[in-house]
């Protein structure tokens, strides 16, 4: 085994009561990709930004290069070779990429002679590590792909050695990560050292040399990539068996129930998100809408709702029209029958400094169930959510306590519980497992398969490929806000990726 | 981080740390007071006796709460709808208007006790509607309502002023205000209540606008944790987003919060008017509006703790004046400075200790502070 990068010996730290990480022992060989996976909150974050100098450990000692090292600032951690990409571009939007990798790295007061040097060593980077990019483009006008690339040269304009990456296939089209997997690889055979934190296991195989679990703070396991697999990092993670893909039956689709016809919205700024989209979605059938973030699904999810007021466009719900470009409001869809869990559980789906009991009802509050003329009926709204904590196993199983204590996969639950009892005969859902952990994605994706067995009409919104292949019988791709393909459940990764990416558009159903 | 404050058990949350930063605005204001030369221990048993040390100081402690009681819950019953009503002010102050209506009307003709209930109804619907337009303004034009009821302040004091200085004027008064009302508009005094418990009693303007403080108190808890309407305005103080989502209508939301609260700041000036001075002057609300800022912040918004906060901004202006009188060199400014203290570290620096009891708390038993709360979030 090659030299130790970084080691990380018994790293402990706690915010308040919460040990974040305790006693973590981690080696990082040199010249390795190194995987660490985890659930959300399993304390991978905490520990890549105590090494990047964002927290200060409690206890324990960092080495770098085999010398015991003090990093204080992120400044300490650049100074010692260490880079970091954040999963949120730290990138000034209206800057070019020349002024945004010198930023903070200036030479002397005078722009100009940094970057005439910093031209001329991005040219070095660029031909170096394959890393295209023109450096006179002003950041907002580049793909995002392109974005996270200046991310990765800033890195090593600082003299990074060891780059830490933090989700960094989130925002990417399968054929834009491909090509980041291809830059990861070429870093490593140029001896740098690369740190991919992920939750997706599929990266983890494709990429790293070696793997880390973490779960609840500890360090479970290391392994090397070759020799484990999928299942066993999965069973590491959440600490028992899980089913990674659930079993579904045929679809019986039957009469059309969401009937949408040439739906155009607008985003706040004026600009076209959805452009003239027509879809059908029909009982017992999950259709689902993939694409990568960004392509107009958000905006088409909140018109269909009744949130985002379309432009033109008409959309039938059992056959009866909803004035979506008029007077729609959320309340009236929902009396008739349309239950939505939105993409943003924390700002949209639920009050966060409420009581769970109180986001149980949160949209159906006006239903004569929970009121007693003007008030609320205590009494009923508690015993519906205490059956909907033990219908859902929602833990922990207290109505009284603030949603915001509940963990992702908890509060998702909560929205899921709401809109399913209702009994909804079209429920739509945007990003139904995002930011929830890998035990409570089987007990969801089961809920909702449920559905549509039960006859419902269910559409789902993902920008999880894996999830939308997996739940749905029906596929529409969605690209700069069109729907550019229909594919069935069997269609390939790569096929999709091709669609996602906007190749291939004239291969439109 | 997720949430900026891990929980702490409710009686630390509402009872340990209001009490210490009371403690500390005090220690504070002690040092204010040495610096002009003064026993600041002396000063405090004269202020506490002041306010609480015979019948007399209660009397007066509790008709100052009562003014603030209601300014307290009408800023509390905005900000719970997310909306920060800056115009308790001014919407006490107009609201004088429609008690002077009412009063000088039927003051000779109709007992006290219909004259109060139609005050209360004029009262309250004035106030309703001095808030009414900027809340309008706010729902429908996106004008902030910060900005608007601040506007409005100024619009109401200069109305009145245009008002008491002519056609609300006795022709032969000097001074700028109304006839005095006759006995048919002068409220009961509750001074037999206090005297129940033998305390003597020489002139005190405590009346029967203080039940209907806690009365209103009691209405506003209902209100915001106990109605659908409440629900609602929760819903939308803490995300309009999520109110969008349940399909809770803004303009509703808005335009009703703002009236509630406005009305309730209108009720408050039933307190002096009706029960005190028994007519209308110039400046009758004298800043109490603005006292209902930190008597809400103060209260975290609860109708008991924004009485308990009431009764305190209560005893600091009755103690306060018994201090200015005692030790001559604490002027009335002085006073403003401790309430300035009191305004400052209970309300805007409320937070400043937290972290501290906390971290006391959570070595002592980590389970108290909810293990749930933080995640590692680095980036």
Not at chain 1, 212 to 236: D, I, N, P, Y
Not at chain 1, 258 to 277: Q, Y
Request: proline share 4%.
């Amino acid at each position: 085994m090659a030299q130790a990068a970084i080691e990380l010996v018994g790293i402990n730290k706690s915010f308040g009561a919460v040990r974040a990480n305790r006693d973590i022992n981690l080696e990082i060989a040199r010249g390795t990709i190194h995987g660490i996976v985890g659930e959300n909150g399993a304390g991978k974050s905490t520990l890549m930004s105590i090494l990047y100098g964002f927290y200060q450990a409690d206890s324990g000692e960092i080495r770098v290069g085999g010398k015991p090292a003090s990093i204080k600032t992120s400044n300490d951690a650049i100074a010692l070779g260490i880079g970091m990409v954040h999963q949120h571009f730290m990138l000034v939007d209206n800057f070019t990429v020349l002024e945004n990798i010198i930023l903070g790295a200036e030479t002397n007061a005078l722009l100009k002679s940094s970057i005439a040097k910093a031209r001329s060593e991005l040219d070095r980077l660029e031909r170096e590590y394959g890393l295209e990019v023109d450096p006179d483009a002003i950041i907002e006008e580049l793909p995002v792909g392109l974005q996270q690339r200046v991310e990765i040269l800033k890195a090593l304009y600082r003299g990074a050695e060891i780059l830490i990456l933090d989700e960094p296939t989130g925002v990417l089209t399968p054929a834009e990560a491909d090509h980041l997997f291809r830059i990861l690889r070429q870093l490593k055979e140029q001896g740098k050292t690369v740190v991919l934190i992920t939750h997706k296991l599929r990266e983890i195989m494709a990429i790293t040399d070696t793997v880390s679990v973490m779960r609840q703070g500890t360090m479970v396991a290391t392994r090397e990539t070759s020799k484990t697999t999928v299942e066993e990092l999965a069973e590491l993670m959440v600490g028992r068996r899980v089913l990674l893909r659930v079993e579904k039956g045929e679809a019986a689709a039957g009469a059309v129930k969401l009937a949408v016809k040439n739906l155009t919205v607008k985003d706040s700024r004026g600009v076209t998100m959805v452009d003239d989209i027509s879809f059908d979605l029909r009982a017992g059938e999950i259709v689902g809408i993939a694409g990568v973030a960004g392509n107009g699904q958000s905006e088409l999810l909140e018109a269909i709702s009744g949130i985002r007021r379309a432009v033109s466009g008409s959309v039938m719900l059992d056959g009866k029209p909803i004035d979506l470009t008029g007077a729609a409001d959320p309340g009236e869809l929902r009396d008739r029958g349309l239950a939505h869990v939105p993409e943003d559980r924390h700002h949209v789906g639920l009050v966060l400094a409420f009581e769970e009991n109180e986001n149980s009802i949160l949209g159906y509050h006006d239903d004569p169930r929970y009121l007693k003329g003007p008030f609320l009926n205590i009494d009923a709204i508690m015993a519906d959510a205490t059956d909907k904590i033990e219908k859902y196993d929602i833990r922990p199983g207290n109505p009284r306590l603030k949603t915001a204590n509940f963990s992702g996969g908890n509060q998702q639950k909560i929205v899921l519980a709401r809109e399913i009892e209702q009994d909804p005969g079209v429920l739509i859902v945007g990003q139904p497992t995002r930011g929830v952990d890998v035990g409570a994605i089987e007990f969801i994706h089961k809920r909702l398969i449920a559905m549509r067995d039960q006859g419902k009409a269910v559409l789902v919104v993902s920008v999880e490929l894996d999830e939308i292949r997996s739940l749905s019988d029906r596929i529409l791709v969605m690209f700069a806000g069109r729907i550019v393909g229909e594919r069935g459940p069997d269609a390939t990764e790569g096929e999709l990726g091709l669609l996602m990416a906007g190749i291939e558009q004239e291969a439109a159903a | 981080m997720s949430t900026p404050y891990a929980k702490l058990p409710a009686w630390a949350d509402y009872g340990l740390i209001p009490l210490i930063n009371l403690s500390v605005a005090f220690i504070v204001a002690g040092f204010v007071v040495m610096l002009v030369g003064e026993n600041p221990l002396r000063a405090a048993v004269i202020l506490v006796e002041g306010a609480f040390g015979k019948g007399t100081g209660i009397a007066f402690t509790l008709f100052y709460a009562t003014t603030f009681i209601f300014t307290g819950l009408s800023v509390a019953v905005a900000a719970h709808c997310g909306l920060f009503n800056i115009g308790t002010e001014g919407q006490a102050y107009i609201a004088g208007l429609g008690i002077a209506i009412v009063c000088l009307s039927f003051d000779s003709v109709l007992p006290w006790w219909v004259n109060f209930p139609l005050a209360i109804v004029a009262a309250a619907a004035v106030g309703a509607l001095w808030a009414l337009i900027p809340a309008y303004l706010q729902a429908r034009r996106g004008s902030h309502i910060v900005i608007t009821t601040i506007m409005f302040n100024f619009i109401a004091a200069s109305l009145m002023v245009y008002l008491l200085v002519g056609p609300l004027k006795p022709a032969a008064s000097q001074a700028p205000q109304t006839r005095n009302f006759l006995a048919g508009a002068e409220l009961p005094k509750l001074n037999w209540i206090l005297e129940l418990f033998g305390a003597k009693i020489r002139s005190a303007p405590l009346n029967i606008t203080f039940l209907l403080a806690l009365v209103m108190a009691f209405l506003v808890w209902l209100l915001i944790w106990r109605t659908r309407l409440g629900y609602e305005m929760r819903t939308y103080g803490h995300s309009p987003k999520a109110a969008r989502y349940a399909g809770i209508s803004e303009t509703r939301i808005i335009i009703t919060a703002m009236m509630i609260s406005g009305a309730l700041a209108g009720m408050m000036a039933l307190n002096p008017v009706m029960g005190d001075q028994h007519n209308v002057a110039i400046d009758f609300v004298s800043g109490a509006g603005f006292v209902g800022i930190a008597v809400a912040l103060m209260g975290r918004l609860h109708p008991v703790g924004i009485v308990l906060a009431a009764i305190l901004f209560g005893m600091l202006y009755q103690g306060g004046a018994e201090l200015a009188f005692e030790m001559p060199a604490i002027s009335r400014d002085m006073i403003v400075i401790i309430q300035g203290l009191v305004i400052l570290f209970a309300g805007a620096l409320e937070h400043m200790f937290r972290p501290y009891i906390q971290a006391l708390f959570a070595s002592f038993s980590p389970r108290s502070v909810g293990m749930e709360a933080v995640k590692g979030k680095g980036a």
